[in-house]
């Protein structure tokens, strides 16, 4: 079978990747458990509305380093003073079920796999520019005016090394964005590579016709 593709989302705080990723998931390129949307480790606490073991595993730093010391991270980062990794354990044994896999992971964690795994597909998201991320940040009220300085500083940061992704999506339209992740998602399963099992299994159906069976 086929191995599955990986897919590394960036995208700088207040972009909209999070209803991007939910969108994509529930449509097309979702269809049938095809794309999994692998639930990262983080010391951070949890926010109100986050449950554990859905939108993250909290641990706490001790735990994360045991994991680290073992080699249990495909990737891990430092951002924000906590942690954040993505496990071995969650995604290596979905891409070889033929799983497509999705990670939303910051720039330092996409470098490492990118490094790693060349052959995965590192997509930056974002936003149309500074004033419109600036604008969002400050009507979602989450953070305070130096909160929002320190977001837009390392958003720059992020977006200076747009080199490292293949492809970009400028979000400034939500139904455009999630049709070009469908689309580079799905472009790559249509790879002929990827499909050959089944064109044989058509092609056999031809070939058994053509006998006569
Ligand atoms: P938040 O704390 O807002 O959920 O996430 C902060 C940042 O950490 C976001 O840019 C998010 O994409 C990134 N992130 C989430 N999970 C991981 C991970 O497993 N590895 C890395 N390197 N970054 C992650």
């Given at each position: 079978?086929?191995?599955?593709?990986?897919?590394?989302?960036?995208?700088?705080?207040?972009?909209?990747?999070?209803?991007?990723?939910?969108?994509?998931?529930?449509g097309?390129?979702?269809?049938?458990?095809?794309?999994?949307?692998?639930?990262?480790?983080?010391?951070?606490?949890?926010?109100?509305?986050?449950?554990?073991?859905?939108?993250y595993?909290?641990?706490?730093?001790?735990?994360?380093?045991?994991?680290?010391?073992?080699g249990?991270?495909?990737?891990?980062?430092?951002?924000?003073?906590?942690?954040?990794?993505?496990?071995?354990?969650?995604?290596?044994?979905?891409?070889?079920?033929?799983?497509?896999?999705?990670?939303?992971?910051?720039?330092?964690?996409?470098?490492?796999?990118?490094?790693?795994?060349?052959?995965?597909?590192?997509?930056?998201?974002?936003?149309?520019?500074?004033?419109?991320?600036?604008?969002?940040?400050?009507?979602?009220?989450?953070?305070?005016?130096?909160?929002?300085?320190?977001?837009?500083?390392?958003?720059?940061?992020?977006?200076?090394?747009?080199?490292?992704?293949?492809?970009?999506?400028?979000?400034?339209?939500?139904?455009?964005?999630?049709?070009?992740?469908?689309?580079?998602?799905?472009?790559?399963?249509?790879?002929?590579?990827?499909?050959?099992h089944?064109?044989?299994?058509?092609?056999?159906?031809?070939?058994?016709?053509?006998?006569?069976?």
């Amino acid at each position: 079978m086929r191995r599955g593709e990986l897919f590394l989302l960036t995208a700088p705080s207040g972009t909209g990747k999070d209803t991007l990723i939910d969108r994509v998931l529930t449509g097309e390129a979702g269809r049938d458990g095809a794309l999994w949307h692998s639930i990262s480790y983080t010391t951070r606490q949890p926010r109100s509305d986050e449950v554990n073991g859905e939108h993250y595993y909290f641990v706490d730093r001790k735990t994360f380093e045991a994991m680290t010391s073992k080699g249990e991270f495909l990737e891990w980062a430092d951002y924000n003073d906590n942690y954040y990794g993505t496990s071995v354990r969650e995604v290596v044994p979905r891409l070889e079920r033929g799983i497509d896999v999705i990670l939303d992971i910051e720039v330092q964690g996409a470098q490492q796999i990118l490094e790693k795994r060349p052959e995965s597909h590192g997509i930056l998201v974002l936003p149309p520019s500074y004033e419109a991320l600036r604008e969002r940040l400050q009507r979602r009220g989450e953070d305070d005016d130096s909160q929002i300085a320190e977001r837009l500083a390392v958003s720059l940061w992020e977006i200076e090394r747009y080199e490292l992704f293949g492809y970009a999506i400028i979000n400034d339209d939500l139904d455009l964005a999630v049709l070009a992740l469908t689309a580079i998602i799905l472009e790559k399963r249509l790879r002929r590579d990827r499909q050959v099992h089944r064109i044989e299994t058509i092609l056999q159906g031809f070939r058994s016709a053509a006998r006569g069976e």
